[in-house]
């Protein structure tokens, strides 16, 4: 079977993914088809400690962080394309294509949406978009290569 028919939760995020808070931007996998696609979210609250200095009287999710959650949930997709590299991690190596379209703000629920470019054993390459509500807020391409865990 290559769906998954089970949500991922934040128990089994975090025994696929090696970050931990305040770095883990991943709260749930809703979707995933291993080797094409993948959906996860990412609820953003005011208590995320970035919004302490980006910017504290006009809160806003950093662009970076926002790639950063889109990398993590490309990481699990990946991981579960792969039954033989779960003793591999993979890295995010690149970003190319990257484009920020509206600002991600506390109370909005962050929907990623990753489907796989190119899938190889060496290196991968993935199409991801970053949703709030049904709007585009952030895209990029980015590739990743693996390493021993």
Do not use: C, W
Not at 16 to 22: A, E, F, N, S
Not at 39 to 49: C, F, P, S, W, Y
Not at 83 to 89: G, I, N, R, S
Not at 108 to 113: A, E, S
């Amino acid at each position: 079977m290559s769906e998954l028919n089970n949500i991922i939760d934040i128990n089994k995020i975090r025994s696929i993914l090696p970050h931990r808070y305040p770095l883990l931007l991943v709260d749930r996998i809703e979707k995933i088809e291993k080797g094409k696609s993948i959906q996860g979210i990412k609820n953003v609250t005011i208590n995320e400690e970035f919004f302490l200095g980006h910017f504290p009287d006009h809160p806003i999710m950093p662009g970076v962080l926002i790639i950063e959650a889109m990398a993590q949930v490309a990481g699990i997709l990946v991981y579960y394309s792969f039954d033989e590299l779960e003793d591999k991690l993979p890295i995010f190596t690149s970003i190319d294509k990257a484009k920020f379209r509206t600002p991600v703000q506390p109370g909005d629920q962050l929907k990623i949406r990753v489907k796989i470019v190119r899938l190889r054993k060496r290196i991968s390459k993935v199409k991801a978009e970053a949703y709030v509500d049904e709007n585009l807020a952030a895209e990029a391409q980015l590739m990743f290569a693996y390493e021993d865990k």
